[in-house]
């Protein structure tokens, strides 16, 4: 009921309107199948759910298949390529090398050979991306025009839907001490990371370097930054400990929470000097 009331209302309402794509994610959901099936590779999502009940009739797509979640469940990229095209999806997203693509490539063509899938199965596929780079016109102008992108990103109507989006999404997971909102008098030292595989990529007015710390200090005059790399290194940690005596307040902007690039050990260091610690976690 849950499902069918919130988190599938926007799918049914753009699926009316027309659109042309959906993403399939390597998430359990035990209402639709078993508790150990991702949606990638569900038949009974990504066709019973997506095609038979909800009409749709566009390209579906998997999420990187080389995840863990679904890598453990099918037994490789491989196994999951296979898979994902029997539950019904249209492409799958290889974010790997060359020979782990042949692979995939390799076992699906096997799958097609056994019996496994069947050709008219495929060539369904085919006729929804064709169909698909027909209506977006890649077949007049095959060449994308990065450029225009950005315009379309700044028109005023979209940052408006951007904002509106963010601000009913944000969530306060936890909050046991009552620590927020925060006293806009109360000194308060922001930390953020630097990651380099985000921001010597990407460095322009929509992502940068200190947009958090900008943020807190439109609330906020008695805001001071703190910069670490990713994990943080002797050196940040010298610098944390210094910078944070006199605040009243440490709030952390963890990027990630998973693998090295998390902040965990500083975020601990912070809770060791017995003031209130808050983590934001993506953007």
């Known amino acids: 009921k849950r499902l069918d009331e919130v988190e599938l209302a926007p799918y049914r309402a753009l699926i009316r309107a027309g659109l042309p794509a959906i993403m399939t994610a390597h998430n359990a ?32 797509t998997t999420d990187a298949i080389g995840m863990g979640g679904v890598m453990k469940y099918a037994g490789g990229q491989w196994g999951a390529t296979v898979m994902a095209i029997k539950a019904g999806a249209d492409l799958v997203l290889i974010k790997e090398d060359e020979a782990t693509t042949r692979k995939c490539r390799d076992a699906l063509l096997s799958a ?25 016109g890649l077949f007049e102008k095959p060449l994308p025009e990065p450029r225009r992108t950005a315009g379309v990103l700044a028109r005023p109507e979209n940052a408006r839907v951007c904002r509106r989006v963010f601000e009913k999404a944000a969530i306060v997971a936890r909050d046991r001490d009552r620590l927020l909102p925060l006293r806009k008098e109360a000194r308060v030292l922001v930390v953020e990371q630097y990651i380099p595989v985000y921001h010597e990529k ?3 007015v929509h992502y940068h370097p200190g947009m958090f710390f900008e943020w807190m200090r439109g609330h906020s005059s008695n805001v001071e930054w703190l910069e670490t790399r990713s994990p943080a290194t002797d050196q940040d940690l010298r610098r944390f400990r210094d910078r944070s005596a006199p605040a009243e307040a440490i709030v952390f902007f963890n990027i990630f929470w998973r693998g090295s690039a998390s902040n965990r050990p500083l975020i601990r260091e912070a809770l060791k000097t017995g003031k209130p610690v808050i983590v934001a976690t993506n953007d």
């Open 112 to 136: 097609v050979k056994k019996g496994e899938i069947s050709e008219a199965r495929i060539e369904q596929s085919v006729r929804r991306i064709l169909r698909m780079k027909m209506k977006i």
């Open 29 to 60: 959901y035990t209402a639709l199948d078993s508790e150990k099936v991702p949606a990638s590779v569900s038949h009974r999502i990504t066709t019973g759910l997506l095609r038979e009940e909800m009409g749709f009739e566009g390209v579906i």
């Open 202 to 204: 990407c460095n322009d």
